[in-house]
């Protein structure tokens, strides 16, 4: 089993900034991609940004120029800086794992969610 610890939401004004970490911990050979969605109140959960074990990182069009994304392999933790921050940011943000285990199959693990609030 994976576990995902989310941390660094908040409150925070319109251009403000945040940093969001997401730590794993378990019995896992590996972890491949990690990531984070979000998820507004009564919209759809959505992929924000992607990162591979090797560092290549994928956003969505709403947040390039603005969030980035970044992880330490060797901590198991991703990180994502939002900066510039919109009222339409807020959510609930959800960070993932694709975990290699030990039957050679790789799991998707999801954190608790981390609430991002963007209001002046």
């Known amino acids: 089993q994976v576990q995902l610890v989310e941390s660094g939401g908040g409150l925070v004004q319109p251009g403000g900034s945040l940093r969001l970490s997401c730590a794993a911990s378990?019995?896992?050979?590996?972890?491949?991609?990690m990531g984070w969605y979000r998820q507004a109140p009564g919209k759809e959960r959505e992929l924000v940004a992607d990162?591979?074990?090797?560092?290549?990182?994928n956003y969505a069009d709403s947040v390039k120029g603005r969030f980035t994304s970044s992880r330490d392999n060797a901590k198991n933790t991703v990180y994502l800086q939002v900066n510039s921050l919109k009222p339409e940011d807020t959510a609930v943000y959800y960070c993932?794992?694709?975990?290699?285990?030990?039957?050679?199959?790789?799991?998707?693990?999801w954190g608790q969610g981390t609430q991002v609030t963007v209001s002046s």
């Open positions: 378990g019995s896992f050979f590996s972890i491949n991609d």
């Open positions: 993932y794992a694709d975990s290699l285990l030990g039957d050679f199959k790789v799991y998707r693990y």
């Open positions: 990162i591979s074990s090797g560092g290549s990182t």
